[in-house]
T-cell receptor, first 117, second 115 residues
Framework: AQTVTQSQPEMSVQEAETVTLSCTYD???????LFWYKQPPSRQMILVIR??????QNATENRFSVNFQKAAKSFSLKISDSQLGDAAMYFC??????????????FGPGTSLSVIP | DAGVIQSPRHEVTEMGQEVTLRCKPI?????LFWYRQTMMRGLELLIY????????DSGMPEDRFSAKMPNASFSTLKIQPSEPRDSAVYFC?????????????FGSGTRLTVV
């Protein structure tokens, strides 16, 4: 069974600085998708970024980028030029690329990010 | 589109009472998911529907939980009778398909407190 681990329950960053959130996962599959979701105080889960395992290039979305290390099963999220609105809970998630398991999304326990003005 | 709409935003009820949570998915999304979020267990999939038909309800914790989707624009999650351990945030999400390329759109959740 797949597992997702986020070893940092809480992180903080100074406004305008860069922060990296860690995520590791365990799977025996070779093809899969990885996601970072943001959950602000409004509670709505918002998709931040997606990475397909067969793509070697790291995904980027504006100030958000990932460092995907397939061999190490590591998927960290880097937030550059942190803003107050980035304060939220961040969840790493795994989805299989196997059609029979498409409906199984494995979420990590989350990292609470605080942004200090 | 207004996104996935859930109601109520907060619900406080007494143990033993019936609770109904509501969800309106995004128009055109064929899949609807109900998740529960607790500190202890994180996010858990309870049940999901495809074209209004329940596909997998293996995550529903007990017979006290039931979910329906009478049409493409409305779903309910009912707990009867409710218990304090049901206290959690319940999320509804929808997706145009099951392929991971689509991603899920989540609602803002219903925070349920059973006293």
């Amino acid at each position: 069974a797949q597992t997702v681990t986020q070893s940092q329950p809480e992180m903080s960053v100074q406004e305008a600085e860069t922060v990296t959130l860690s995520c590791t996962y365990d799977t025996s599959e070779s093809d899969y998708y990885l996601f970072w979701y943001k959950q602000p105080p409004s509670r709505q889960m918002i998709l931040v970024i997606r990475q397909e395992a067969y793509k070697q290039q790291n995904a980027t979305e504006n100030r958000f980028s990932v460092n995907f290390q397939k061999a190490a099963k590591s998927f960290s999220l880097k937030i550059s030029d942190s803003q107050l609105g980035d304060a939220a809970m961040y969840f790493c998630a795994y989805r299989s690329a196997n059609q029979t398991s498409y409906d199984k999304v494995i979420f990590g326990p989350g990292t609470s990010l605080s942004v200090i003005p | 589109d207004a996104g996935v709409i859930q109601s109520p935003r907060h619900e406080v009820t007494e143990m033993g009472q019936e609770v109904t949570l509501r969800c309106k998915p995004i128009s055109g999304h064929d899949y609807l998911f109900w998740y529960r979020q607790t500190m202890m267990r994180g996010l858990e999939l309870l049940i999901y529907f495809n074209n209004n038909v329940p596909i997998d309800d293996s995550g529903m914790p007990e017979d006290r939980f039931s979910a329906k989707m009478p049409n493409a624009s409305f779903s309910t999650l009912k707990i009867q009778p409710s218990e304090p351990r049901d206290s959690a945030v319940y999320f509804c999400a929808s997706s145009p398909g099951l392929n991971p390329n689509y991603g899920y759109t989540f609602g803002s959740g219903t925070r349920l407190t059973v006293v």
